[in-house]
């Protein structure tokens, strides 16, 4: 059987190494082991590994979702999703994002972004089931010796590990939960409450999960009040173990999933609800003991939510593959240019004028959004090299900071939408059909717009804190990096080459006014949000609404802007090769990212002059609306 998953390995290596320049941090500091040849080995290995063992349960996942025992409260995956898993954690892959304590191998964000490209294209629900390792690190850099050394048992033994932070009535307003926490005279504490869409919180693959629990210590002085500040983190184990030997008790400690959701899509993966405490005590030990834990959470969220984003970016490239591997086979009516002639000859689809509108579109959204992502590992790169060090690099981490929801809520929507409209469209009414994978592509990409922080939640999370809260700095490094590669003379990293033929003149054009609309629309925004301040000249609190309604036109104004921006410097890097004599596969692909970044820019970019207008006209007609008129 063929592999559902068509990779993208030569534009992953094109980003790294071509466009990004990542050999500059491997081969050298902590990073001395994995060398250009060594990385490019690894994800060679990861990508036949992806698109065979892994891939092959993908579809048999979704047709024979886990079954849920309420008598046992326990799950059973089918058996080859079982395979692909063991094979996965056999190959040991995980450990490029482990730090070397606890047996990892050093590697770069940038590199371990583009690793997880390939996994969460194949079988995204194999990545998340085998997170154990990963969470680790979470208790390795923030807990006790006693956390430290159950993150060691963690990866020796490889553990599941679920982050817990939603519950039923809460949703997204974390600071409204109420799972309690009660501590207990051995230092341990009992966790009692509810939790809701708890991604992997049941499954039969490993012999325990540990549960990161977000709860509201009570009885404790100084500790548990309202708000996402009352809030510690709960190491909470499925089984008791010893901590010496890490081996089970046997005893099953009181939590339990008591509910697996019937989903749209990514079915595979157990989306639990988890009762803590009802019968059995829940016990927990508390993380680092400080009460920390939404700070301590936002570690595993900031990483849940850059997941989310390459998983996205991943389904719309396979996606894109597929269709247009359809598209050169499918044949179905004359060309176009034959006009009435019913003589003619019946041509493929790719001959077809709006075919190769929307092959175009996918390319480009697929390739734009894959260099979004890897160019935001690549400031990561900056913020762990200088951790690494013993150091910090402010400016980066500021910058990471305001691209995260850009990732994951620009990126989800894009990937899922361009699925839907153009991918599946391709194939017309057989991509209504399970007998190719872009239904179940269309099922499973729905999710990323809504966890971790729903679309919404990304725009006003990218204005309020990345920007205002900010003051701006990250958002004025960002456009100075932008505005320096659109400068002739400027000499910095990522800077534009001389261009004296201007091949990309009018493109340079539109990603310069493209700027300029983005700017115009934060302006509008600020001055609107200053104008809802109380104690401003004629000030009326109710503009913050207008404020709302513009958080997600401002996500989407600046994704449209990076990925342009990214893309335009991959084409003048491809025109560049393109100068010299290549292999005829090379000159086809070097072509075909010139294309795509011209496409982008001369039909994406002119929007962003209306979206500037829409947010500067903005009024409160809408919230005035009763609710009975909609």
């Not at 600046?558 to 921006?565: E, F, L, Q, S």
Request: aromatic share 8%.
């Amino acid at each position: 059987m063929m592999s559902h998953y068509k990779s993208n390995l030569r534009d992953i290596f094109f980003n790294l190494f071509e466009v990004l320049g990542r050999d500059e941090v491997l081969g050298q500091g902590p990073y001395e082991d994995m060398d250009h040849e060594t990385a490019v080995a690894i994800l060679t290995e990861i990508e036949h590994l992806a698109s065979t063992k892994l891939a092959a349960s993908y579809v048999d996942g979704d047709r024979n979702p886990p079954v849920y025992d309420p008598a046992t409260k326990s799950v059973v995956l089918p058996e080859s999703f079982k395979q692909s898993f063991a094979e996965l954690m056999k190959a040991g892959f995980y450990s490029l994002e482990l730090p070397a304590e606890l047996g990892g191998q050093p590697t770069p964000p940038s590199l371990q972004w583009a690793a997880n490209e390939l996994n969460l294209g194949a079988n995204p629900a194999l990545f998340m089931y085998s997170a154990g390792p990963k969470f680790a690190t979470v208790l390795w850099y923030n807990g006790t010796e006693r956390d430290r050394r159950i993150a060691e048992i963690m990866v020796e033994r490889q553990w599941g590990a679920t982050m817990v932070l939603t519950e039923p009535e809460a949703g997204s307003d974390v600071g409204a939960g109420v799972t309690r926490a009660i501590p207990q005279p051995d230092g341990s504490w009992h966790i009692e409450g509810v939790k809701r869409f708890i991604t992997s919180g049941e499954q039969d693959m490993t012999e325990n999960i540990i549960h990161l629990v977000l709860a509201r210590p009570v009885g404790v002085e100084g500790v548990g009040g309202p708000g996402t500040k009352g809030l510690s983190l709960f190491i909470v184990p499925k089984y008791d173990f010893d901590l010496q030997t890490g081996e089970l008790t046997g005893e099953r400690n009181g939590v339990y999933a008591t509910n697996v959701e019937k989903k749209m899509g990514i079915k595979v993966s157990t989306t639990c609800e988890l009762t803590f405490g009802d019968g059995a005590p829940a016990k927990g030990w508390l993380l680092g003991e400080v009460h920390n834990g939404i700070a301590q959470m936002f570690q595993v969220i900031e990483h849940a939510r850059m997941l989310v984003g390459t998983k996205a970016i991943a389904t719309l490239s396979t996606g894109y593959l597929n269709a247009l591997e359809y598209a050169k086979t499918r044949v179905q009516g004359a060309d176009l240019a034959a006009g009435g002639d019913r003589t003619a000859p019946r041509v493929t689809i790719t001959h077809h004028p709006d075919v190769r509108r929307s092959l175009m579109t996918q390319k480009a959204y697929a390739e734009g959004l894959r260099a979004l992502v890897l160019y935001t590992a690549s400031v990561q790169d900056r913020t762990w090299s200088a951790r690494l060090s013993g150091g910090t690099d402010e400016a980066a981490e500021r910058l990471n900071d305001l691209l995260l929801p850009i990732v994951k809520g620009y990126g989800s929507e894009r990937s899922w939408v361009t699925l839907g409209t153009e991918s599946l469209q391709t194939f017309g009414g057989s991509g209504f059909l399970q007998d190719y994978p872009l239904e179940q592509y269309v099922r499973d990409a729905k999710i990323d717009t809504l966890y971790e922080g729903t679309t919404a939640i990304q725009g006003q999370d990218l204005f309020f804190r990345k920007i205002v809260k900010d003051q701006g700095q990250a958002l004025t490094d960002l456009s100075m990096q932008i505005g320096a590669w659109l400068s002739p003379q400027a000499d910095t990293v990522g800077s534009r080459a001389s261009d004296e033929d201007g091949q990309l003149k009018e493109e340079r054009d539109l990603l310069e006014q493209g700027l300029e609309h983005v700017g115009e629309i934060v302006s509008t925004m600020i001055d609107t949000l200053e104008s809802a301040h109380p104690k401003a000249p004629e000030g009326d609190v109710r503009n913050i609404y207008k404020v709302g309604l513009n958080t997600t036109r401002l996500l989407m104004a600046m994704g449209d802007v990076i990925c342009a921006w990214l893309l335009l410097r991959g084409a003048e890097v491809a025109l560049e090769r393109l100068n010299g004599e290549l292999p005829p596969a090379d000159k086809a692909f070097y072509e075909g990212k010139v294309a795509s970044a011209r496409w982008f820019a001369r039909t994406v970019l002119p929007r962003l002059a209306a979206e500037a207008q829409i947010a500067e006209h903005t009024d409160l007609a809408i919230m005035d609306l009763p609710e009975e008129s909609f």
